[in-house]
């Protein structure tokens, strides 16, 4: 055997570098080719056989998949192989090893996992394959996860740990430009007909049929939510004595009964199902009866089931903002693990969540920002282009210079990597938010969210609430309600109007005007300082005029005054003019004739007086009350002395 000499004398050679070799490696080589002198028959074993190699043999088996000279089969590369990843390091896939390599670290994965990769599931792929880095497909990556999940079968863990291997080394080769198709998330929510699992035939086939229709005016998400809701309501029916399998005998009590059983629906945490999630479980139901009618499909029911008055009443609450010694709390948080946070990952979502605040954006709006977002515009600053999104309408939202440098902390934050598919549209874009080949969940931004709550102190908080915050910091500095809905996106001014409510300055105007009338209305007029033996109020009862006056002339009071014909008035200042002063003399159907001359002459030196008086305390439009009254006497007296010449 002058081929199997070679052989085990290369492999002596191979074993000196670390320091290894002995007899009985030497031996174990010998025996494993008198076994197998055809390397690739060893393929063909049952795993048992495999697995039951001795301990001296399974280096020479690792050296002969390290150097190519053997593909065990992945059923044998699932099992732990020691220092697979070193071996081949040194050997003819050091080159491919290393391509990987490079292109995760760029993807900023973390070292272990660069690693766990690599040895997990590049270098069994290039084991098993004989093929170069390049050449791999994703039917390769396929068949390893299903031997891994072979391996795995009963424990969970170990399955979720290797398609997590998978994952990423499919996203590196994906962002290498080797495989053109990405992950998927293990975490996305089954598609419309994972939605209707449970409901039998022939019920299950005109929900699917419904839901394909309605795929083709309806994003994917709402898509999702109309087989949610239908799914629900065709298990429910199933469920009833005796089931219902034909819509087409759908009754009114059938229906009543689902509306009682909706309502007494209770949550994982024990709570009701909200009233917006009923109400939009019903829409969806009613909807569907409706347009299965309208189209005449056969399973359509006879009659309405489903009327206005079976909707329950949407509550209307606030939006819930950050009161500001909570958002400068967040704040401060968030730009701390901006600045400080030891995971890459941390400081991005920290700067996602602040551009959110800064903005005003919804989640998804976030999400789907990409990587040219900002526009300079001459004499005009920065902008940022938000692209289409819940109500499918894009919009310009100015920049400050401090959102700006956030934005671009982001930028130099994200790892690169080819461009990614958009979910609704299927085109190559360069999303903004991009960490390790993906786009960032919001999941991922809602946990951060509520860390950096908890670090400020702070009760659990939502990205949404940020949006809040920032509507209302706008209405508080006066923001009209145009410009309101241009920078949240609102294409009714309905949704603009609920910050309105929060904040109305006419209402705070009118209140503070009510007040200051009652207020006014038990202390009619400034008390002068207290004496020892001054009297005091009773309730009810208004205090002596000396104690008003301190003794001084009415006149000379710190109060707006009026002089009537049978006494004067005093009111505080707070309370403003009198709309009914003076108002007989001012009117037309006013008379008066000579034996009331010298009291019209008595109160014409009093108005002029007052007048001094007003205009010395700076009380302009009430100088100018008592200047109008003094004309309107002297045109009284001019024309009752005309009179009675």
């Known amino acids: ?131 170069p880095l390049r050449n791999l497909t994703v039917d390769d990556l396929d068949q390893l996860a299903a031997a891994m999940r072979r391996r795995a079968d009963g424990r969970p863990a170990a399955w979720a740990a290797d398609r997590a291997m998978i994952g990423t080394a499919q996203r590196v080769l994906f962002h290498l430009g080797i495989i053109d198709t990405r992950p998927a998330d293990p975490r996305s929510r089954p598609g419309p007909e994972g939605l209707l699992i449970g409901v039998p035939d022939p019920l299950r086939t005109v929900l699917a049929d419904y839901c394909t229709q309605a795929a083709a005016t309806h994003a994917p998400a709402t898509v999702k939510a109309i087989a949610g809701h239908l799914g629900a ?18 009754d009114r009590s059938t229906m009543e009964t689902w509306l009682a059983a909706l309502a007494a629906t209770r949550c994982r945490g024990g709570g009701p199902m909200s009233v917006g999630y009923r109400r939009g479980r019903i829409i969806a139901v009613r909807q569907f009866l409706t347009d299965i009618t309208e189209w005449g499909w056969p399973a359509a029911p006879a009659r309405t089931l489903i009327f206005s008055r079976d909707l329950p009443r949407l509550n209307h609450p606030l939006p819930r903002y950050l009161p500001p010694d909570a958002d400068r709390a967040l704040l401060a948080a968030l730009n701390d693990l901006s600045a400080t946070a030891p995971a890459p990952q941390t400081r991005l979502h920290a700067d996602a969540l602040l551009l959110t605040r800064a903005t005003g954006l919804r989640i998804g709006e976030l999400r789907d920002l990409e990587l040219d977002c900002v526009h300079q515009i001459d004499g005009h600053g920065a902008w940022l282009k938000v692209p289409l999104g819940k109500l499918a309408t894009e919009r310009m939202v100015p ?210 007086a007052l007048a001094a008086d007003a205009d010395k305390r700076g009380w302009g439009a009430e100088a100018q009350r008592h200047r109008r009254l003094a004309d309107r006497l002297d045109e009284m007296i001019s024309q009752t002395q005309k009179q009675a010449r």
């Open 1 to 131: 055997m002058p081929g199997a000499a070679r052989l085990v004398t290369d492999y002596e050679h191979w074993l000196a570098q670390d320091g290894h070799g002995s007899l009985s490696y030497r031996n174990a080589a010998w025996s494993f080719l008198a076994r197998w002198p055809d390397l690739a028959a060893f393929a063909y074993e049952p795993l048992e056989v495999q697995e039951g190699l001795g301990v001296a043999q399974r280096p020479f088996v690792t050296y002969l998949m390290a150097t190519g000279r053997l593909r065990p089969g992945y059923d044998y590369l699932t099992c732990k192989i020691v220092g697979l990843l070193a071996h081949t390091g040194r050997g003819p896939m050091a080159g491919e090893v290393a391509e990987f390599t490079a292109a995760a670290t760029d993807l900023d994965y973390s070292p272990r996992t660069v690693r766990c990769a690599a040895e997990r599931v590049i270098v069994r792929l290039l084991i098993q394959t004989g093929r």
């Open 233 to 250: 309501f065709a298990r429910f029916l199933t469920a009833c004595d005796p089931p219902v399998t034909d819509l087409a005998r759908l």
């Open 399 to 608: 920049l400050d210079e401090e959102t700006v440098t956030v934005i671009d902390r982001i930028a130099a934050r994200r790892t690169p990597g080819r461009p990614l598919s958009h979910p609704r549209t299927g085109q190559p874009v360069d999303f903004l938010l991009v960490h390790q080949g993906r786009r960032i969940s919001a999941a991922a931004l809602r946990e951060e969210l509520a860390r950096a709550a908890t670090a400020a102190g702070l009760e659990p908080v939502t990205p949404h609430q940020l949006r809040h915050t920032f509507a209302t910091a706008l209405v508080n500095s006066g923001c009209s309600l145009q410009a309101l809905m241009q920078l949240l996106g609102h294409v009714s001014a309905n949704m603009s109007l609920r910050y309105g409510r929060l904040f109305d300055a006419t209402v705070r105007e009118e209140y503070e005007r009510a007040l200051i009338q009652t207020k006014a209305q038990l202390a009619a007029a400034p008390a002068p300082a207290p004496t020892p033996h001054a009297p005091t109020a009773v309730v009810g009862r208004p205090l002596p005029l000396a104690v008003i006056t301190g003794g001084a002339d009415w006149k000379d009071t710190a109060t707006i005054k009026s002089r009537l014909a049978g006494g004067f008035c005093l009111r505080a200042p707070a309370q403003g003019s009198c709309t009914y002063a003076n108002i007989c003399e001012h009117c037309p159907n006013f008379r008066t004739d000579t034996g009331y001359l010298a009291v019209l002459g008595a109160q014409r030196a009093d108005t002029l």
